[in-house]
């Protein structure tokens, strides 16, 4: 009997502000497909604005999953995301659908495509430990910690992102095994499903200005007020990290006017943008759309459509 054809998977993926929204509602459009959210705030209900999530119009247009899963104040995690994620895509191929995952989160991007590392339990006392020495010495004392037990996990982890450095180091202590190692043993969709991966770059100095834009857009849309509902209650760490938060926060406290709020979630957003660049540039399954400022959210579609079909 002949081999069964692999089912078809495509990812864009790229930085924030750079258009991967539109471009994916054109391009589901082109290849029958339905959008998978790829992005670990755009999973919290009420965090519309914040996320920069599709609009209500765009999902009208073309169906999308994993928005709105969970409260602000609920942890969410990237073995919730991969269960649902991967449920979703079995649904997608029962009715003859694509699955189109799109977003600019690479661990959710990671889990997805290169799967789960075997594991291991969170260990209270540890972990309690390790909050304590965050609290007295910060993220980055215990990043120097890392850097020493596992430097290639560390390479892979921002020296202030104390939730990735905690888990890394508790893996550690734990088994005694670096994280780094015990993700090679990893088993993704690629053996099961035909993976395309796209995605779009755009040269430095147009990329933040768009980012820019879309901060003051996000302003426009009234970010303030989302921020101040969200503020009212106890978020999660996750729900607590996304840019604007605390950056508005200090606004509301009177450290700063909201001019230097926007600032600074503007500086923010354009260094997360560069952070993710530098994450997906390492994965050399990715074809790189390069675009230029003119190209619209059509005309990018219509480059990814002919690197699938022709």
Not at 23 to 41: P, Q, R, W, Y
Not at 98 to 127: A, C, M, T
Not at 243 to 266: H, S, T, V
Request: charged share 30%; proline share 4%.
């Amino acid at each position: 009997m002949p081999e069964e054809k692999k089912k078809k998977i495509v990812f864009l993926v790229g930085p924030t502000g750079i258009g991967k929204s539109a471009v994916a509602i054109i391009l589901a459009k082109k290849i029958n497909a339905e959008i998978v959210s790829c992005d670990s705030i755009a999973v919290y209900r009420k965090m519309d604005i914040i996320a920069s999530k599709a609009t209500p119009g765009q999902r009208k247009k073309i169906k999308h999953h994993l928005l709105d899963v969970v409260s602000p104040a609920q942890e969410y995690n990237v073995a919730k995301y991969r269960k649902g994620a991967l449920a979703i895509c079995d649904k997608l191929f029962l009715k003859g659908k694509v699955p189109l995952f799109v977003g600019g989160s690479g661990l959710y991007y990671s889990i997805i495509i290169d799967g789960l590392f075997p594991h291991v339990p969170q260990d209270k006392s540890i972990r309690a430990k390790l909050n304590r020495q965050l609290e007295t010495k910060g993220s980055k004392y215990l990043y120097k910690r890392l850097t020493k037990i596992d430097p290639a996990a560390a390479k892979k982890i921002h020296p202030n992102d104390a939730r990735r450095i905690i888990r890394a180091l508790e893996v550690y202590l734990k088994t005694g095994k670096q994280i780094s190692m015990l993700q090679k043993n990893r088993s993704g969709l690629g053996k099961e499903h035909e993976l395309n991966v796209f995605g779009l770059n755009l040269k430095r100095p147009a990329l933040y200005r768009r980012v820019d834009a879309r901060v003051n857009q996000m302003f426009r849309l009234g970010l303030i007020n989302e921020v101040k509902r969200l503020l009212k209650h106890k978020l999660s760490k996750t729900a607590a990290c996304a840019i604007g938060i605390n950056e508005l926060n200090g606004y509301f406290n009177g450290l700063y006017p909201q001019d230097e709020a926007k600032r600074l979630i503007q500086r923010n957003s354009r260094h997360y943008a560069k952070r993710q660049l530098t994450w997906f540039r390492k994965d050399k399954r990715i074809q790189w759309i390069d675009i230029n400022k003119a190209d619209s959210p059509a005309q990018v579609s219509l480059k990814i459509w002919k690197k699938l079909f022709l």
